[in-house]
């Protein structure tokens, strides 16, 4: 049975656990996002499976030490700015969907 504790010190037990979590979530975007794109007769690069393990799996590492240096409040604040600006964007591009 494969170890899916994160350990105190960072063992590779929870490293495996999170890479499996993000397979799987990858794989269930590609095969929902892969049909729609397939409804409307495009195709989907056997290249982006593993492109978009790597890049999720190295953005979750890399991120880790940025954010075990923020504190709670400046995390909110970016997280605020982040959420607001994205709803702004689609927002605008609902609207100019619609008119």
């Known amino acids: 049975m494969a170890d899916t504790q ?4 960072g063992g590779s037990g929870g490293m ?15 095969l929902y996002f892969g049909g729609v794109i397939a409804v409307q007769g495009g195709e989907v690069s056997p290249w982006l499976i593993p ?3 790597l890049l999720a ?5 890399l991120s880790r030490p940025v954010l075990e240096r923020m ?3 400046s ?3 970016w997280t605020r700015w982040t959420v ?6 689609y927002l605008a591009s609902g609207l100019r969907l619609a008119f």
């Open 51 to 53: 492109t978009m393990v």
């Open 75 to 77: 995390f909110r604040q």
């Open 16 to 30: 495996y656990a999170l890479l499996v979590v993000i397979i799987i979530l990858i794989l269930g975007a590609v």
């Open 84 to 89: 607001m600006t994205l709803g702004a964007l």
């Open 71 to 73: 504190s709670d409040a």
């Open 6 to 9: 994160v350990n105190a010190n």
């Open 57 to 61: 799996f190295l953005g979750t590492s």
